[in-house]
């Protein structure tokens, strides 16, 4: 039941804009984003609920479609500090069944 | 706050040793977990507690062990290490109030680990 992510990988040039999928067979009650920089711990972006929430901080804000199962990370005008693997994580139900995607490592070179 | 807190950073065991990892956490945070993460991929969840006196097997736990005696600490045993154990293993804690979402979890700095 580990969620789908996509793409694996995505390299950008500062400033372009980038999308990342997190998809679920399950229903799902909630969907987590994390970064990941390299030979550092996973740090926290954003938890979203179901109900189609759209939450978002600086450039980067997530959605979650419900219907589909599915939610999406945008980073938009990307900076150098960006670069990392991004994590989604899903909850099945209330504090159930978390389990992390596989991640979706994003470059940005200058 | 210290957050959460491993040790130690880094170990390089011989094959069929044991070991503890140590984890702390100063947030009274319920949920505590521990990951192990290969190079190049993903977290894949050791074990968990919901808390005191209450663990639960994740993905992966073969060849470990948990207890969580108390809040604060939840300690990951290594009984005859082997080298496919080799990987970065993260403890992290979060809070759950039942009938709501999990809260964001929070990482430790991970204990780099080396069995040969």
């Known amino acids: 039941q580990q969620p789908v992510q996509s ?30 920089k390299h030979g550092e711990a996973p740090v926290f972006l954003m938890i979203l609920l ?8 600086d450039k980067i804000s997530a959605s979650f479609n419900e219907k589909k199962q599915q939610s999406s990370l945008y980073l938009t005008a ?33 | 706050n210290a957050g959460v807190t491993q040790t130690p950073k880094f170990r390089i065991l011989k094959i069929g040793q044991s070991m503890t990892l140590q984890c702390t956490q100063d947030m009274n945070h319920n949920y505590m ?21 209450i663990t639960d097997k994740g993905e992966v736990p073969n060849g470990y062990n948990v207890s969580r005696s108390t809040t604060e600490d939840f300690p990951l045993r290594l009984e005859l290490a082997a080298p496919s154990q080799t990987s970065v293993y993260f403890c992290a804690s979060s809070s759950f109030i039942p009938g709501q979402a999990l809260y964001e979890q929070y990482f430790g700095p991970g204990t780099r680990l080396t069995v040969t």
Not at chain 1, 21 to 35: D, E, P, Q
């Open chain 1, 7 to 36: 793409p694996q990988a995505v390299i950008l040039r500062e400033g372009e804009d980038a999308v990342i999928n997190c998809s679920s067979s399950k229903a799902l009650y909630s969907v987590h984003w994390y970064r990941q």
């Open chain 1, 50 to 57: 179901k109900g189609g929430e759209q939450k978002g901080h």
């Open chain 1, 78 to 110: 990307s900076q150098l500090s960006y670069s990392g693997t991004y994590f989604c994580g899903t909850e099945i139900y209330y504090g159930q069944n978390f389990v992390f995607g596989p991640g979706t490592r994003l470059s940005v070179l200058p």
């Open chain 2, 33 to 53: 977990y521990w990951y192990r993460q290969d190079p190049g991929m993903g977290l894949k969840l050791i074990y968990y507690s919901v808390g005191a006196g």
